[in-house]
């Protein structure tokens, strides 16, 4: 049974920083591609960035481009999510979400994403 578990959301001011973990077991790791979505109250959930399965390329969602950094250890089945320069239209709980050997085409979209977490809060606020 596939696990996704997220950690290290949390209240920040604007301008701070978070990394958020996400710790997967059950699944072959190397051969996902993993992705972090974000959905804020009354929105819709939206695409934060990814990473492919190999590792070897990336996806931002332009409105986190040159904040946030994603990355995973394949060794320790474990992604991370750098966030810096939080503003507080990021406040939202975010999710991590795998996906089998999907290509950088297919990343931004959650319909491509067979396993999900269940979220943890970040809240940017002074």
């Known amino acids: 049974q596939v696990q996704l578990v997220e950690s290290g959301g949390g209240l920040v001011q604007p301008g701070g920083s978070l990394r958020l973990t996400c710790a997967a077991s059950?699944?072959?790791?190397?051969?996902?591609?993993i992705s972090w979505f974000r959905q804020a109250p009354g929105k819709a959930r939206e695409f934060v960035a990814a990473i492919r399965f190999s590792g070897g390329s990336t996806k931002y969602a332009d409105s986190v481009k040159n904040r946030f950094t994603i990355s995973k250890d394949n060794a320790k089945t474990t992604a991370y999510l750098q966030m810096n320069s939080l503003k507080p239209e990021d406040t939202a709980v975010y999710y991590c979400a795998a996906g089998r050997r999907l290509i950088t085409s297919r990343m931004g979209d959650g319909t491509n994403y067979n396993d999900w977490g269940q979220g943890t809060q970040v809240t940017v606020s002074s």
């Open positions: 059950g699944l072959i790791f190397s051969e996902h591609t």
